[in-house]
T-cell receptor
Framework: NAGVTQTPKFQVLKTGQSMTLQCAQD?????MSWYRQDPGMGLRLIHY???????DQGEVPNGYNVSRSTTEDFPLRLLSAAPSQTSVYFC???????????FGPGTRLTVT | KNEVEQSPQNLTAQEGEFITINCSYS?????LHWLQQHPGGGIVSLFM???GKKKHGRLIATINIQEKHSSLHITASHPRDSAVYIC??????????FGEGTQLTVNP
């Protein structure tokens, strides 16, 4: 099993550009989530999904969109990048939200 | 907000020392997670517990639900234990609330 994979590992965007961060898991987990990690702050939940076709907002959803068309994939879209979105982004999955979390390797995003 | 507080924020130890990292919280939970973030950035789940104590190798995690407190202990610490240790609360079964983490450095 590859576990949770994320692409790209690094990305630099200019303000106003859009992009999609990819996340995939091969463990047939129903629950997937996106977090951002900023210095001096804990991981913060952006969006999550409890199954294909179902998504919900987390703590910091503004500026991000998600969709869950398959169990395996949970892409995160930045519609119009802003410098405040410079962060490290982690995708995670679990059998359900309360179970052991499996994290992807992270994407380091810089918006200039 | 500060529903979850970790202490200490930074901890430096000598190889072989017994280490304790604390997590206090102020809300009702269904479970508490301990995670390890390696210097390279990867995050690994160490424990998920809702009562009592769990042990895995040199790592021990305890939780006291009445006191709203959990501890992570590392026995016979080693430089490879150097990492950020993160406490996370499961308050709803679908969302986690994370502490800011404890940076542990173990010197040889």
């Amino acid at each position: 099993n590859a576990g949770v994979t994320q692409t790209p590992k690094f990305q630099v965007l200019k303000t106003g550009q859009s992009m999609t961060l990819q996340c995939a898991q091969d463990m047939n987990h129903e629950y997937m989530s996106w977090y951002r990690q900023d210095p001096g702050m804990g991981l913060r939940l952006i969006h999550y999904s409890v199954g294909a076709g179902i998504t919900d907002q987390g703590e910091v959803p503004n500026g991000y969109n998600v969709s869950r068309s398959t169990t395996e994939d949970f892409p995160l879209r930045l519609l119009s990048a802003a410098p405040s979105q410079t962060s490290v982004y982690f995708c995670a999955s679990s059998y359900n939200g309360g179970r052991e979390q499996y994290f992807g390797p992270g994407t380091r995003l810089t918006v200039t | 907000k500060n529903e979850v507080e970790q202490s200490p924020q930074n901890l430096t130890a000598q190889e072989g020392e017994f280490i304790t990292i604390n997590c206090s919280y102020s809300v009702g939970i269904s479970a508490l997670h301990w995670l390890q973030q390696h210097p390279g950035g990867g995050i690994v789940s160490l424990f998920m517990l809702s009562s009592g104590k769990k042990k895995h190798g040199r790592l021990i995690a305890t939780i006291n639900i009445q006191e709203k407190h959990s501890s992570l202990h590392i026995t016979a610490s080693h430089p490879r234990d150097s990492a950020v240790y993160i406490c996370a609360l499961d308050t709803s079964g679908s969302r986690l609330t994370f502490g800011e983490g404890t940076q542990l450095t173990v010197n040889p």
